[in-house]
């Protein structure tokens, strides 16, 4: 199941949440085929929204947004998944995942799947690496 406060977020922002087929080339596993342009897309998308906002715990319960200028490590993902999805890359490509950070805490990030294996665009590193290698 999905955590409480995404699905809250899909239903007062149904758009956000649809399903899209994105313009870029797919293989039957519906991974996107990573080029080094749409690598340096999620670079570049990574680093533009990490610098953006400002990180800020949510106070008086789980609230998910995209597009602001604070917020948790959800609000990074939401954000990040809306500018791939407007950049063309399929929703089927691009999932949520919540982790547990080496200091024990849940923690999203976005996970994005490609024929060079799942690629991770976290908020706590400008770095963009393959799931595999990150410390979770």
């Given at each position: 199941m999905p955590p409480f406060a995404y699905i809250k977020f899909c239903v007062e922002h149904r758009s956000a949440c649809r399903e899209t087929h994105g313009r870029l080339d797919q293989d039957g596993n519906k991974r996107v085929n990573l080029g080094p342009p749409l690598m340096q897309q999620l670079i570049l998308i990574n680093a533009q929204v990490?610098?953006?906002?400002?990180?800020?715990?949510?106070?008086?319960?789980?609230?998910?947004?995209?597009?602001v200028s604070r917020g948790d490590c959800e609000d990074y993902v939401l954000t990040k998944r809306a500018r791939l999805m407007a950049a063309g890359w399929p929703s089927s490509a691009l999932a949520i995942a919540i982790v547990r950070t080496n200091w024990g805490e849940g923690h999203a990030v976005l996970v994005v799947r490609t024929s060079n294996g799942d690629m991770v665009l976290d908020n706590l590193t400008p770095k963009v690496r393959l799931l595999r290698d990150m410390p979770y």
């Open positions: 990490n610098g953006q906002i400002k990180p800020t715990s949510d106070r008086g319960g789980d609230h998910w947004s995209v597009g």
